[in-house]
């Protein structure tokens, strides 16, 4: 009887004190979590101690342990760090605000299979004339470099601008037709993000900034 007594006691105390364990600390619950993740790197290593404010140390072979200590304090870093900036997001445009110059580049496809994409620096105008929005574009490509100029509007907040490209005449290149294009873009942040198809079906992107009012 005295037995049982004494077997129900320790069971009732080991109980209690199971109860009683203390709650682990934000750092603490992220050691371990690190643990868990690293010590596949070193299978010998075992989690000896951690502290509350997430001190903690590790035992094991010595090159395992090192590995495992290496990638627990690598897995805990992100936390520390500040938050990134957020990408700058599409606004809303109005037409009011694209009279001006704007510079940037205008990104061109490859000329033939296995070359590199064109990027030539581009200057965009926007003017008002007879009540409608114009623009113009003139690229320094070393290259043919092109020529354009059309219509804009601005429709729910996007840009659309119509109008036709031509290769400027270099010396011994001849002439060459001009091509209808079309283009659609945004605001993000301070630049102009625009995306054009030409009636040939090449696709042009264009990143401007404004320069002048």
Not at 157 to 166: N, V
């Amino acid at each position: 009887m005295r037995e049982r007594d004494l077997s129900s006691l320790i069971a009732l105390t080991l109980v209690l004190g199971v109860g009683c364990a203390p709650k682990l600390t934000p750092q603490q619950a992220l050691v371990e979590e690190a643990f868990t993740t690293c010590r596949v790197q070193g299978p010998s290593t075992k989690l000896e101690r951690v502290e509350r404010d997430g001190r903690f140390s590790v035992v094991g072979r010595e090159a395992e342990s090192q590995r495992v200590h290496d990638c627990m304090v690598r897995y805990a870093e992100p936390t520390r760090k500040q938050p990134a900036a957020p990408a700058p997001r599409s606004e809303s445009l109005v037409a009011s605000r694209l009279p001006g110059t704007w510079r940037g580049i205008l990104k061109l496809p490859p000329r033939a299979v296995g070359e590199a994409e064109v990027a030539s620096p581009a200057t965009v105008r926007f003017a008002v004339a007879a009540g409608s929005l114009r623009w113009s574009m003139a690229t320094n490509a070393e290259r043919s470099p092109l020529a354009a100029d059309g219509t804009a509007v601005v429709v729910g907040g996007e840009l659309r601008m119509t109008g036709t490209m031509r290769a400027s005449r270099t010396s011994g290149e001849p002439a060459r037709s001009t091509i209808t294009v079309r283009y659609a873009g945004a605001m993000v942040g301070d630049r102009l993000e625009v995306t054009g198809v030409t009636t040939d079906k090449q696709v042009h992107v264009l990143s401007i900034r404004r320069v002048t009012e």
